[in-house]
């Protein structure tokens, strides 16, 4: 009973939070209500016993990506009222909403039609039984083993992908060099 | 009929459509790059919930270990967006999704 109660106001949170990134004219309030999502979806991670990745959401989410965006915000800026009224494109946002909407069948029908079945297998019902490791230290534990035998190579490769998006972003964001003017040194 | 109550994997794998689905509407309807941004940050989260799930339900590690990956690569694709939205604000203020259409050549 505490877990239905849990998911329901965990949802309450993701689906308010999303539906406020999307509607909310001022891109700060729309930063503010993607903190409402990842919140809710870390409480659903600690629901499903990742403790870890509970933590690592509110740390590299809620810490770190989302002062990043309000960084670039006030920054540039850019923290002016959107008019939402205009609309430059005819038709753009009836034609966007029912995309969405057939997104929205498409997922459901995918998880749910032959009873819940992918290739054989079962993906809805019951939990598996003490399969996925249990209790915090377990989680973290079992996590590491995983990340650590299975996939080194891969966890080694991000280490690359962060470097070469370090480098990327200071290319990308630094202002071109002024060019020395000669003739006024001399 | 209520005291049956759990939470199945279900439960999460609807809720991470329904956030899949409003994710993309919003890539979709705003202009502002920045909003577009956080969209796509929370098609991504959708995608984790859905990964967490399934790994519960399957009882298999290996999913949650595909979570972490997804969040380093969602931490680098942030910084490179957001500097190239740095720069295409710097040469024009108040640019949205429409003005980098000047970058045909």
């Not at chain 1, 083993?145 to 370090?166: G, K, R």
């Not at chain 2, 049956?4 to 809720?15: E, I």
């Not at chain 2, 577009?36 to 859905?50: D, G, H, K, Q, R």
């Not at chain 2, 270990?65 to 680098?76: H, I, N």
């Amino acid at each position: 009973m505490v877990e239905v109660v849990v998911f329901i106001v965990a949802a309450a949170m993701v689906l308010f939070g999303a539906v406020g990134v999307v509607v909310r004219k001022h891109p700060v309030h729309c930063a503010l209500s993607m903190v409402l999502t990842l919140f809710g979806i870390a409480v659903m991670f600690l629901a499903m016993d990742a403790q870890f990745l509970a933590a690592v959401q509110i740390i590299v989410y809620a810490g770190a990506i989302v002062v990043l965006f309000l960084f670039v915000i006030m920054l540039m800026g850019v923290d002016k009222a959107e008019s939402l009224a205009i609309e430059p494109l005819k038709g753009q946002r009836p034609v966007a909403i029912s995309l969405g909407v057939g997104t929205l069948v498409v997922l459901l029908a995918s998880f749910f039609v032959h009873g819940g079945k992918v290739r054989g297998v079962q993906i809805t019902g019951a939990l598996a039984a003490g399969g996925a490791a249990q209790g915090g230290e377990q989680n973290v534990k079992a996590l590491a083993l995983s990340l650590f035998s299975d996939y080194v190579f891969a966890f080694e490769a991000t280490s690359v992908l962060l470097v070469i998006a370090v480098l990327g972003t200071v290319i990308l964001a630094r202002r071109p060099p002024k060019q020395i003017d000669v003739e006024a040194l001399s | 009929m209520i005291a049956v109550l759990h939470t199945t994997p279900s439960w999460y794998l609807a809720l991470a459509a329904f956030l899949f689905a409003i994710g993309a509407a919003g890539v979709m309807v705003r202009r502002n790059p920045l909003i577009m941004f956080m969209c796509v940050e929370l098609m991504l989260n959708a995608v984790n919930l859905t990964f967490v799930a399934l790994s519960r339900r399957l009882g298999d590690i290996g999913g949650q270990t595909v979570v972490f990956f997804v969040l380093v690569v969602a931490a680098a694709e942030v910084v490179v967006g957001l500097g190239i939205v740095v720069a295409l604000l710097r040469r024009k203020p108040g640019a949205t999704a429409d003005d980098v259409a000047m970058l045909k050549g």
